[in-house]
């Protein structure tokens, strides 16, 4: 089974630039996700989504980063303009669903980014 | 609020065992989880524990939680150099679409 894709793995940026990065789930996998990971730090969940639809976006800063799932497949995450502090590994997870019960989730190796 | 707390290093002798701890603060977790982060990769996951369990056993991995005291610990034995890494518990409960919130990780290092 092929695991959760990412890319690109590494990008720099300068600041004030823009960026995308691409995740193809897990196949079957109604769930994707975006997480945030500072150096040092915890993933921070971005965004959720579950098949097309956003489940929670509480902490995607909406004025400069914007998801997309439009097939309910694979996802975009763009950055637009970024900024010094939005340098981070960003980490693509999936899972099967939101029934009762344990959430898997298979993460990607991520994309690293480097804003100058 | 929801909070997960670790213990941010540990270092250890290889062949002995390692003692990750972590607490949380959410009583109404359901599940528990310890994930694997090795250099450059993404979080792989080890082991899980349902929260009407205490313990766990999978290979050299055993994982104990005190509901009580919300406390959880994950042991791991015969620890070698491979497992150096970080690793993150990570609590979900339900009523919050299953997200996950997760410690700031420890990072293991084993010593030869």
């Known amino acids: 089974e092929a695991g959760v894709a990412q890319s690109p793995r590494y990008k720099i940026i300068e600041k004030r630039q823009s960026v995308a990065f691409w995740c193809n789930p897990i196949s079957g996998h109604a769930t994707l996700y975006w997480y945030q990971q500072i150096l040092g730090q915890g993933p921070k969940l971005l965004i959720q989504f579950q098949n097309n639809g956003v489940v929670d976006d509480s902490q995607l800063p909406k004025d400069r980063f914007s998801a997309e799932r439009l097939k309910g497949v694979d996802s975009t995450l763009k950055i637009q303009p970024a900024k010094l502090e939005d340098s981070a590994v960003y980490l693509c997870?999936?899972?099967?669903?939101?029934?009762?019960?344990?959430?898997?989730?298979?993460f990607g190796p991520g994309t690293r980014l480097t804003v100058t | 609020g929801e909070d997960v707390e670790q213990s941010l290093f540990l270092s250890v002798r290889e062949g002995d065992s390692s003692v990750i701890n972590c607490t949380y603060t959410?009583?109404?977790?359901?599940?528990l989880y310890w994930y694997k982060q090795e250099p450059g990769a993404g979080l792989q996951l080890l082991t899980y524990?349902?929260?009407n369990m205490d313990m766990k056993q999978d290979q050299r991995l055993t994982v104990l939680l005190n509901k009580k005291d919300k406390h959880l610990s994950l042991r791991i034995a015969d620890t070698q150099t491979g497992d150096s890494a970080i690793y993150f518990c990570a609590e979900t409960y339900a009523g919050n679409n299953r997200k996950l919130i997760w410690g700031l990780g420890t990072s293991l290092a084993v010593n030869p």
């Open positions: 997870a999936s899972s099967l669903g939101l029934s009762a019960g344990k959430v898997e989730q298979y």
């Open positions: 524990i349902f929260s």
């Open positions: 959410d009583s109404s977790s359901t599940y």
